[in-house]
């Protein structure tokens, strides 16, 4: 005799099966990954803890690796991932600082960033090419024999320089032969983390018009089944509306989403989401590798537009126009869902983070009433388009923007007014809005709007303002036409400077006695806040002044000057050409 048993199945127990059914189907969307796992050690001699993580969303660029905390101070000792050797030395004012790059066995290459002191050997190196080269700015490509390395020798002291905002060591993964950076949570270092996402809103945009001529259609998460989701480590979100009307047949969307480490308070970024219509994938981007060549496309992952106004962060789940795949990948289509009836459709996204913590977004949405009025008015409007040259010509003005400079369509703003800045020799132009981003270096050409009769061509300047923010270059005379480029709209006009720089010493005069002094410091300051050289000798020969961030020039006391009586003078130059200097002598 065959017995049956009738099981009930409750809707939790169903949920549950679900979720680890769509989220098992899920995972295989995006290949898996194969990167050597324990081939690298921790970096730096501090407590495993992340400040920020490979992709998080930063200002014009992805951060492009793992900022390790150093227990809130600097000169923690770093030291070698793997075994290897120091192929290159970078020291800059702005960026990583004071940096090194390993070269290891297996293809890939460690950098190590925002540095204090080097181990000895290498810092004396590195100060006798700087010397050599005159220069305190210096890329250096070492020969491989020279500082050879083992897993876990000690290379540097970390630090605070370059454009770090706080005590930290920046850490990347790299390929030796590409220069691809690889997202170093990939690799298996010992970071414990299961936390999922945290979904915070979802964005909604009309399709048939641009990005940039809207203003989404913001929605906030709440996070259901809290008890179950701990439960099985995932979470779940949905809008408060359940089914979402929206007045287009054409929609995109895009997520505001952080993620954390277990135990840390830091919001970092997500690593992948994918957009499921009807439960069929269209379109996902995941944060794996990106090249610096391609950082800069933050601008289109990003609402730009919405951030830039002073709103928060939000990712586009699809490609803009002007995006080519880069981080992502469409399954189907382009990634804009189609409304063409009166059926409700199903969305879910799913956001990952590189430990295979998921959270998941689900909501419906059905199309409503749709105004053809401003689709119209969107299209009447005079339009660039990426994927193509776009040209703007008045009289005295011209704007040519490459093909791949813009990331979605614009309607064009242009105005112009007479500058009030005593020292403007054009009209000012105000060209489209800054709120909008450009990819590359456009060119700008403008004529002057008065007679040049008395003034020096070389000190005239093309200068590029929006809101506290102010650019400057050094324009090529071209006829009439002076051209410049520029990767940022906003208002331009010519200047006249005829102004130097002022040199400010701090802590020395002339015939001063500064033998127990530590170090000589001097700010320089400028009318249009660029410096294009400082240099400084003592006794006819140069003399090595640090920069970090750009802002005081430094010298600490060291064999290059000597007991006795010296004679110190220093050059600076601005974008214009105008040149200051100053002599000072002293007693050591």
């Known amino acids: 005799m065959i017995n049956f048993r009738i099981v009930t199945l409750h809707k939790p127990f169903l949920f549950f099966c679900f979720l680890i059914f769509f989220f098992s189907l899920s995972a295989q969307v995006f290949p898996a990954k194969n990167y050597p796992k324990g081939y690298f050690i921790y970096p730096v001699q501090a407590k495993i803890a992340l400040a920020a993580n490979f992709g998080e969303l930063r200002p014009n660029h992805y951060h492009m690796g793992l900022d390790c905390k150093t227990d809130q101070k600097q000169n923690a000792r770093v030291v070698a991932a793997a075994d290897g050797y120091i192929a290159h030395i970078r020291i800059e004012p702005s960026g990583f600082g004071r940096s090194i790059y390993i070269n290891h066995p297996n293809g890939l290459t460690t950098l190590y960033g925002h540095l204090n002191d080097f181990f000895p050997e290498l810092e004396k190196y590195v100060k006798e090419q700087q010397y050599k080269m005159e220069s305190w700015l210096v890329f250096l490509d070492i020969p491989p024999d020279l500082f050879p390395v083992k897993q876990g020798q000690f290379i540097a002291f970390s630090g605070n320089t370059g454009g770090s ?17 690889f997202n170093p949570s990939l690799f298996g270092f010992p970071i414990p983390d299961n936390v999922p996402p945290t979904l915070i809103r979802l964005a909604v945009y009309d399709r048939r018009i641009s990005t940039y001529s809207q203003t989404p259609k913001l929605y906030v998460l709440k996070k259901i089944n809290a008890r179950l989701n701990d439960a099985v480590g995932q979470g779940k979100y949905i809008p408060a509306s359940p089914i979402i009307i929206t007045n287009t047949d054409r929609v995109s969307f895009g997520i505001s989403a952080v993620d954390k480490y277990t135990g840390s308070y830091n919001p970092n970024g997500i690593y992948e989401a994918v957009l499921y219509n009807d439960d069929e994938p269209v379109v996902g981007f995941q944060l794996d590798n990106i090249s610096y060549d391609e950082t800069r496309y ?42 063409e009836d009166d059926s409700v459709h199903q969305i879910k996204a799913e956001v990952k983070d590189a430990y295979d913590n998921i959270s998941l977004l689900q909501f419906s949405i059905k199309r409503g009433y749709i105004n053809e009025n401003k689709y119209n008015q969107d299209l009447s409007e005079q339009k660039f388009s990426p994927g193509f040259v776009n040209v703007f010509e008045r009289e005295d003005i011209q704007v040519i923007l490459g093909e791949k400079d813009l990331y979605d369509s614009i309607n064009f703003i242009y105005a112009k007014k007479t500058s009030i800045t005593p020292q403007a020799v054009s009209a000012l132009h105000t060209v489209h809005t800054a709120l909008v981003p450009v990819h590359g270096y456009y060119t700008i050409r403008l004529k002057t709007d008065r007679s040049l009769q008395n003034i020096d061509d070389d000190k005239i300047i093309m200068q590029r303002t929006w809101g506290s923010k102010m650019d400057v270059v050094k324009p090529n005379k ?16 010519l200047l006249v400077d005829n102004v130097p720089p002022v040199i400010s010493p701090v802590g020395i005069r002339d015939n001063a006695n500064l033998s127990r002094s530590s170090q000589i410091i001097f700010t320089v300051t400028d009318n249009m806040k660029e410096i294009k050289n400082f240099r400084a000798e003592l006794d006819g020969k140069w003399l090595r002044f640090t920069n970090d961030k750009g802002r005081s020039f430094i010298y600490k ?30 007693v050591r």
């Open 165 to 181: 905002q706080g005590p930290h060591l920046h850490f990347e993964i790299r390929d030796t032969k590409t220069d691809k950076v």
């Open 298 to 339: 933050l601008n289109a992952h990003i609402d730009h537009k919405l951030r830039a106004s002073g709103g928060p962060f939000v990712e586009h789940l699809s490609r803009l126009p002007g995006y080519p795949e880069g981080v992502y990948k469409d399954f189907s289509g382009d990634g804009i869902i189609n409304l």
């Open 478 to 493: 071209e006829g009439e036409w002076f051209t410049g480029k520029f990767r940022e709209f906003g208002n331009f006009q």
């Open 557 to 586: 006391f060291d064999e290059m000057c000597l007991p006795g009586n010296h004679e110190l003078k220093v050059s600076v130059e601005d974008e214009a050409g105008n040149v200051a200097t100053k002599i000072f002598h002293f």
